[in-house]
């Protein structure tokens, strides 16, 4: 029992305090998410133990984070009020067309490490639905588009105006 314990503490504190260990003693055994291993006798450990299938999510941070409210009126590029920004530089806002924006800022948004979120914040009516979009366009870019559909005329098709303190989420894993 005393030789289990000792086994027990010698790999807990070998494994478990390493900062990506997944590693756990349960009755002797070294546990991990990829299944179990067993330590039936003595157990030496030259070097490093490594987990290869470290998940690079798992610490939860994001490396950079920029959170907005864009608004947005006639052709103008939306306006940024920024509430959070992590990024080395800013981004910048511009119109396409239409009901059509971009947000750029140079090399920094890669994928699958990018996520972002856009938050309507607009009252709709029975006869006016409006649309939110944000995606990847490419390594410097996001789009963001606005939709309305009026349904009185019927009209479908992108609309400028429709940014109102609409709160855009960009975070960047690395």
Do not use: H
């Amino acid at each position: 029992m005393k030789k289990l314990f000792l086994l027990s503490s010698f790999v807990s504190l070998l494994f478990v305090s390493q900062l990506n260990a997944q590693w756990w003693v349960s009755g002797g055994n070294l546990l991990w998410p990829y299944g179990d291993v067993t330590v039936s006798k003595d157990l030496y450990v030259t070097g490093s133990i490594i987990n290869t299938n470290y998940n690079r999510f798992e610490s939860n941070t994001a490396s950079y984070v920029y959170i907005a409210l864009l608004t947005q009126s006639g052709n103008d590029a939306p306006t940024a009020i920024i509430v959070e920004n992590t990024f080395p530089d800013t981004i910048s806002w511009a119109r396409t067309s239409s009901g059509i924006y971009t947000a750029t800022l140079a090399g920094a948004f890669s994928l699958p490490t990018t996520i972002f979120f856009i938050y309507p914040n607009r009252v709709m009516s029975i006869d006016e639905w409006c649309f939110f979009n944000i995606y990847y366009t490419d390594f410097n870019t996001l789009s963001v588009t606005t939709t309305m559909v009026d349904f009185t005329v019927p009209n479908l098709g992108y609309a400028d105006g429709i940014l109102n303190y609409t709160a855009v989420e960009i975070r960047v894993y690395q």
